[in-house]
């Protein structure tokens, strides 16, 4: 067995995960890494390893087997507490897990996810009748005021407009939102927490603030569901805890928390990483509009590409654990990497690093692999389904307003994607 590997400090920013995956792959099979607030874990780099890694009993979710929260080597407002602490099936294992976990599968069968088809569908026509009228807008305001357009080339009058912010995130948003009973005019402050919840780079303030105002929230509908219930999730959780006590306030709190910021954040980036992809491979982009390679293989190779989720806190070894020929010793926190995992060669060949639409469909890990698999799988991918090949549809001469190297990562090693995605959609 070789000896632990010094500790690389993880970028807080994420300014370039994909290289640093790559640096920590040439380190090592699982390679030491420094979150923020200097405290100790591991990455896991190789597919293979990560998978068995994912579906192996030495290694678990309750926080409760990790000595350095017990210990109190994690700092006050450490920006990744949420995913340590928040009460709910992802910081759960054994019979715990199964419990909280069946109450939202529930939710989300074949048949459930099937028939929010239409409504997915309706709100994807919705936003993009106003994504072209945001963007003339726009346009007319601009045009109008100084008089002149700008030098725009023909075919790209329309003036720029952020398809994550208008697109990519309110179709998600609702369909969440929906599920749960959110009411609407409280998405967009939902949403700005989601963001803060899985930015690594927050300070103490911020994530304290953040884990207020969240809960406050959530406490809040809570209480409105409870005083006039619905038939939402919300109100089927609050059933569940009434009728037969399965789960505590707290837990009820922490499995909305959890749907909020899975169910809206992560497809966000699915969306945004796909269309962003697209836009920057012509061939590609023209082998899928015209029809020679299926959009299932657009979102399968995104997933593996450029995961929603780049790596995942926390698990904990509770033994010493062999991976590759390095030992991760007991009580080690653990991240999945699954943004590593995806770029393996080892897996998916001396090519791994390109995006490539013609490459059989991948076996990525980007919804997690074993019991913590991705609760929301199929939704995010009928949401993905839906809206990419409409989108493209409606704006064929939609192209990218900035450089590629111009679009900035958001602050998160968690969350992988970028803060805007500013495109001209061509409709001039
Ligand atoms: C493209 C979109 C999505 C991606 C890439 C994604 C990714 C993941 C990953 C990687 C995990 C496993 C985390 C781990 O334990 O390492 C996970 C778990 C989970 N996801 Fe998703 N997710 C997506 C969409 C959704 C949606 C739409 C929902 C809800 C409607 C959702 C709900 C959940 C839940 C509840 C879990 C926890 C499962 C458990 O711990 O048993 N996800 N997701």
Redesign the pocket.
Known sequence: MTPPTPLLRLDTNATDVHGENQRLRALGPAVRVELPGSVPAWVVTRHRLLRDL?ADPRVA?DPEHWPALREGAVPEGWPLIDFVTNRG??TADGAD?RRL?DL?TQA?TPRRVAALRPAIEATTGRLLDALAAHSLGHEHRQGGEDGHDGGRAPGQASAPVDLRRHFAYPL?MTV?GD?LGVPVDRFDEFRSLSASVTSSATTPEETLATQRRLRALLADLVAERRARPRKDLTSQLIAAREADDRLTEREVVGTLI??LV???G??L??ITNATRALLTHPDQRAAVTGGRRPWSAVIEET?RWD???AH?PL?YALDDIAVGDVVIPRGAAIL?S?AAAGRDPEEFGPDAAEFDLDRPTPRH????FG???????S??RL??RVALPALFARFPRMALAVAPTELVPLPSFVSNSVRELPVRLGTG
């Open positions: 994912l979710k099936m992802t897990h976990r939202v989300l998600p969440i599920l959890l749907m899975a169910g809206h992560t497809t980036n699915l997933l995961p929603p989720v995942f698990r999945a699954y890990l980007s919804f997690g019991p913590h698999f991705c609760l929301g799988a939704l995010a949401e993905a």
